[in-house]
């Protein structure tokens, strides 16, 4: 009977490299299912310090469903700051954007589809001193030794935040061989209601390289809108399973913006303001890589003029990582 036994085993074992390719055809529940990312965005990979200069933000999404259907949350905390372009003025110029800063968290709830993902996503946030915007940046210019910002003084005044944004992405085309080289083409249409962005905007970003992911793209900084870059299905490492993949991707961004309190000032104040451009775009352009666990996407993003009489281009570096972990 042991020897019996023992033949069974060897059997079994044998038999696991076939029984692993056909779980390859039909995967099983997403590796690394709970998903944590970091995204910071800053001017100064593009040797400047001005306007948006600064964002951070810290994003978790939770383990997607095993449906056709499949549903996900995410929560996220982040900060960005805004400041003109002569940071040695103790009093910001009439015609510069003044300074602000925005702290928020948010909640989104995501539902992905074969060739779509939806995201709703409700945001609380305050934008002013109590954003502590101010004492970040000057506190990271002494350390760094850069210019001490002096105007932080005659900043926007504290505003509570409330806003809910809405932003579907689907996929217009797709050829992308498992393990090999592909490429697609991902569109986006949404919108934010909010005190401190309301906008239409949509845009499309093109993906070229190997083992090219089954997500959307990266995620969106804009009013904290997320979840493109957290999806939970997607298997890092690529379709193939290779578990170093390489791509790159470009796209555009168009914003039919009503109000951007980063531009027009408060809301139920009187303060600093200039007078926005109601139609602007976003350029970007960027690599990705990933491993078995992990995924970190840079990428440069050129921003059209935003404001009547900007006077300077304005672009700015983006730097995102994605890391998995298993239930």
């Given amino acids: ?57 810290l994003a978790f999404a939770c383990p997607a469903r095993p449906t056709a259907d499949r549903r996900f949350v995410s929560i996220f905390l982040g900060q960005e700051m805004f400041t003109p372009i002569d940071l040695w003025r103790p009093v910001p110029a009439a015609d510069d954007p003044p300074y602000a800063g925005f702290l928020y968290t948010g909640l989104g709830f995501h539902r992905r589809g074969p060739s779509h993902l939806d995201s709703l996503t409700f945001v609380l946030g305050i934008v002013g001193p109590s954003s502590l915007a101010g004492a970040v940046q000057r506190a990271a210019h002494i350390a760094l030794g850069f ?19 809405f932003d579907r992405k689907e996929k217009i085309r797709r050829a992308a061989p498992s393990g090999r080289f592909g490429w697609d083409v991902v569109g986006h249409a949404g919108g934010a209601l909010s005190n401190a962005i309301t906008e239409a905007a949509g845009g499309v970003l093109v993906r070229a390289g190997w083992g090219l992911p089954e997500d959307f793209g990266p995620a969106r900084q804009r009013l904290g809108i997320d979840g493109a870059g957290l999806c939970p299905d997607d298997r890092f490492g690529g379709p193939g399973g290779t578990g170093s993949d390489f791509y790159g991707f470009a796209g555009f961004d168009v914003h039919a913006v009503l109000r951007d309190i980063f531009l027009d000032g408060n809301s139920f104040r009187d303060g600093p303001g200039v007078e926005k451009v109601p139609l602007t775009a976003d350029v970007m352009a960027g690599l990705a890589f990933r491993g078995r666990r992990f995924e970190i996407r840079f990428s440069y993003v050129y921003r059209t003029p935003r404001f009547v009489g900007e006077r300077k281009r304005f672009v700015y570096g983006s730097l995102s990582a994605v890391f998995g972990l298993d239930r």
Avoid: C, I
């Fill in 147 to 165: 210019e001490r910002p002096r105007g932080w003084a005659h900043q926007l005044k504290d505003e509570p935040v409330l806003g809910v944004a």
């Fill in 1 to 57: 009977m042991n020897v019996v036994a023992r033949t069974l085993l060897v059997l079994v074992l044998a038999g696991l490299p076939p029984a692993a390719s056909a779980q390859a055809e039909n995967p099983g529940p997403p590796k690394a299912p709970w998903r944590f990312g970091l995204t910071v965005e800053n001017d100064l990979a593009a040797g400047t310090d001005r306007y948006y200069t600064n964002g951070m933000k």
